[in-house]
Structure formats: C-alpha cells, structure tokens
C-alpha cells in the first residue's frame, strides 16, 4: 500500500512550547518525494518543505526543523518556540517518481496554539 | 513572485446546475493538477496535465471534465452538480510534468457551495 498517515488529529499547545508532528508513510517505491504544507484557517496550502528520498539530511529553517528516518519511514517537522500564527492544519504528502506524479495526502494535523 | 491563480474565489450554485473553475498556473508551469477538500479532509487528488495532454486520472467523476488550453490554463468543468460537490477545489502547478521532483504550488482554491 501507498499511504501517508498522521496520527494527531488535533494538537493544542501553548505559546512558545515545542510541538512534533508525527508523519509516516509506506511505499513499495524506492525513489520518492515527501512533502510538508500548511492550511491556515483562510484555506489555502503553503509549502513548506520537499525532502527526496535519497537525502535524510535534517534540515532547519527557523523555527521549523524535519527529521526524515527512512529507516522507520517518518518525516516528522518540529515547531520550536510556536506562535499563534502557527495555529493551522499540516498535511504531509508523498509523492512518486514514475508513473504518477500525483500527491497522496495524510489526513492532516490541526494544530492550535493558546496564547 | 506570481502564484497560482483560480476563479471564481467563491462559487455558489444549485442542485443539477453546471460550474466551470479556472486555473492559471505560475508563468513558464507547464503542468497543472485539480484536486478536492471536502470538509474537514485531506485534499484528493481529481486530474493533472502536462503540455495540454491528460497525464493522470485520479478520482474525477463522470460528470466533471478538464482540460488545458494552449496557454496552459485549465478549467475544470462540472455538470449535474450534487449536494456531495460542496468543497473546496484546488489547482496546483508544476515544471516539467512534475518528473523532476518539481513541487507543486497550490492556488488559493475555489469554494463551491451546491445547494
């Protein structure tokens, strides 16, 4: 099977906490994309990162951290020090190299942040 | 930088009535996708084209169609509209039919309400 799953349907933290988002993915496919967006309350979906298959270099922009372990198929994004602005749903997403080039989606995380 | 842009913002329409969403991808995408959020959903995936030729079927209704046109916009073209089509329809663009591992940015969607 071919599937992203996040399992936190919701998260609430408070201002200026650390907060992970879980990301696991299966595929039979040895090549592939992963892809981090952000849908704030106005609807629309922000990119945020792309990570291929063959590079599991962390990588830090900010206040966003991914972690990426093949090993265990989880691409997971920290929010260090999270803001109210922060308060969205994540969607993680896989992407093939062949094919098809269509996402397929996780459910997505709503996250919000207490002031 | 230019974004993805799609019209109408918001559509409102009846039961059985027919609706057209227009896409407009960044200058020099030669590959746009339609996907579809329901509410509270992950978005899915409908249909994409590369250089105005259908690249890939997802699952698109019998009474939707699309097509890209020779300046590369898109429209999505929907008929008998249901009570289930309520949702919010995104189109995404990409380069190079996405094999490059090209990342797809979404518009801003259109909100159709079928009532």
């Known amino acids: 099977a071919q599937k992203v799953t996040q399992a936190q349907t919701e998260i609430s933290v408070v201002e200026k906490e650390d907060v992970t988002l879980d990301c696991v993915y299966e595929t039979r496919d040895t090549t592939y994309y992963l892809f981090w967006y952000k849908q704030p309350p106005s609807g629309e979906l922000v990119f945020l990162i792309r990570?291929?298959?063959?590079?599991?270099q962390n990588e830090i922009s900010g206040r966003y951290s991914w972690n990426f372990q093949k090993s265990t198929s989880s691409f997971n994004f920290t929010i260090t020090a999270s803001q109210v602005v922060d308060s969205a749903v994540y969607f993680c997403?896989?992407?093939?190299?062949?094919?098809?080039?269509?996402?397929?989606f996780g459910t997505g995380t709503r996250l919000k942040v207490l002031a | 930088a230019a974004g993805v842009i799609q019209s109408p913002r918001h559509l409102i329409k009846e039961k059985r009535e027919t609706a057209t969403l227009k896409c407009y991808p960044i200058p020099r995408h030669d590959t746009v996708y339609w996907y579809q959020q329901g509410p509270g959903q992950d978005p899915q995936f409908l249909i994409s084209?590369?250089?105005?030729?259908?690249?890939d079927k997802g699952s698109i209704p019998d009474r939707f169609s699309a097509q890209q046109f020779s300046d590369y916009h898109s429209e999505l073209n929907m008929s008998s509209l249901e009570l289930g089509d309520s949702a919010l329809y995104f189109c995404a663009s990409s380069l190079a039919g996405g094999r490059s591992g090209d990342t797809q940015y979404f518009g801003p969607g259109t909100r159709l309400t079928v009532l």
């Open positions: 990570r291929n298959s063959f590079d599991e």
């Open positions: 084209f590369y250089e105005k030729m259908q690249s």
């Open positions: 997403a896989l992407r093939f190299t062949s094919g098809t080039y269509k996402y397929i």
